[in-house]
Nanobody, 124 residues
Framework: QVQLVESGGGSVDAGGSLKLSCAAS????????MAWFRQAPGKEREGVAY???????TYASSVEGRFTISRDNAKNTVYLQMTSLKPDDTAIYVC??????????????????WGRGTQVTVSS
């Protein structure tokens, strides 16, 4: 059974850092397209970061230069390193995997697998 389990969320002051993990089981992440999404109260869910089958990366403009997505194939885990955090970054962060062919990475309904999310809270 495929599972994606996020961890590493928590509360941090503005300007601080957190590193989120998405551990996959029953599924091999190597060579697969994966992404991080987030949803804050009262807002639409948005794509944050994407890593393609060749490890190329794409970021939302709101986080570019501050967030980094990466993977460790030996650990079968995808990471999101977040630095210079802002209160606007407060949200539930969710891992998604296996983007359907010829889909835009921001289309959340085009991913096959989803985690349950981890809460990130940034105070001013």
């Amino acid at each position: 059974q495929v599972q994606l389990v996020e961890s590493g969320g928590g509360s941090v002051d503005a300007g601080g850092s957190l590193k989120l993990s998405c551990a996959a089981s029953g599924y091999t992440i190597h060579g697969r397209c994966m992404a991080w999404f987030r949803q804050a109260p009262g807002k639409e869910r948005e794509g944050v970061a994407y890593i393609d089958s060749s490890d190329g990366t794409t970021y939302a403009s709101s986080v570019e230069g501050r967030f980094t997505i990466s993977r460790d194939n030996a650990k079968n885990t995808v990471y999101l390193q977040m630095t210079s955090l802002k209160p606007d970054d407060t949200a539930i962060y969710v891992c998604a995997a296996d983007l359907k062919l010829f889909s835009d990475w921001r289309q959340e309904d085009r991913y096959r697998y989803w985690g349950r999310g981890t809460q990130v809270t940034v105070s001013s």
